[in-house]
C-alpha cells in the first residue's frame, strides 16, 4: 500500500489545503493529514479545532485521515510508518524554506523522501494567516475555506 503524510499547521485549513489534499487521495492509497502541535507559533485555533475543522473537510475522501503529532516530523513518519511527506508549493517564496525542510528531514532520516504538490493557481495567493485576518476584520472567506467550517471559523474568531 502507498501512503503518505501532508503535515502542517492548518490554522485554518484552507481550500488550497483542501485542493492538495484532494489530489494526493488520487495518487496514494493512505493520506494522513497531520496538524502540527506548535508550541512555539501561538496559533489561532487549538489543535483539536485545527483537526475537527480538517475532517469535515476531507469527509468525502475515504483514504484520507487527520492525526496530530509533536516533536520531529520524521519521528511521525516511523510512527505512521510512512516515508513520503507531502507538502504544496505556492510560489518561488516558498521554495526556500521547503527546500531546507526537505533537506533536514531527510538528513534526520534517509528513507524519508519530500514530494512537492504544485498549488492550483486559483490559491497561489492564498494562506491561512490571510484566511485569519480577513475573517478578523469582517471579510467574507468563501471559497477560501471549505464550505463546511466557514460559520464555525467566523463565530470563533469574531465573538471574543
Ligand atoms: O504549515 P506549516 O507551518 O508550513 O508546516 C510546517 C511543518 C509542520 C511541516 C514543519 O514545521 C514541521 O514538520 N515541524 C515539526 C518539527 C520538525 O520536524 N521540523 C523539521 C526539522 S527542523
Known amino acids: 500500500m502507498n501512503k503518505c503524510v501532508y503535515p502542517g499547521s492548518f490554522d485554518p485549513v484552507t481550500t488550497g489545503h483542501l485542493d492538495i489534499i484532494e489530489r494526493t487521495a488520487k495518487l496514494f492509497d493512505d493520506v494522513t493529514v497531520a496538524v502540527l502541535n506548535n508550541y512555539t ?3 489561532a485555533f487549538s489543535v483539536a479545532e485545527r483537526t475537527a475543522f480538517i475532517k469535515k473537510s476531507v469527509a468525502h475522501l475515504k483514504n484520507v485521515r487527520v492525526g496530530s503529532f509533536d516533536g520531529l516530523l520524521v519521528d511521525y513518519m516511523k510512527q505512521q510508518d510512512a516515508k513520503i511527506i507531502i507538502r504544496g508549493l505556492r510560489a518561488l517564496s516558498d521554495f526556500e524554506h521547503e527546500f531546507q525542510l526537505a533537506a533536514m528531514n531527510t538528513k534526520l532520516c534517509s528513507e524519508v523522501e519530500t514530494i512537492f504538490m504544485m498549488t492550483n493557481t486559483k490559491y497561489s495567493f492564498l494562506s491561512s494567516s490571510m484566511v485569519r485576518e480577513i475573517v478578523q ?5 468563501e471559497g477560501l ?3 463546511p467550517i466557514i460559520d464555525e471559523i467566523r463565530n470563533r474568531l469574531t465573538k471574543q
Do not use: I, L
Open 41 to 43: 507559533k501561538s496559533p
Open 145 to 147: 475555506v471549505p464550505a
Open 137 to 141: 476584520f469582517g471579510g467574507s472567506v
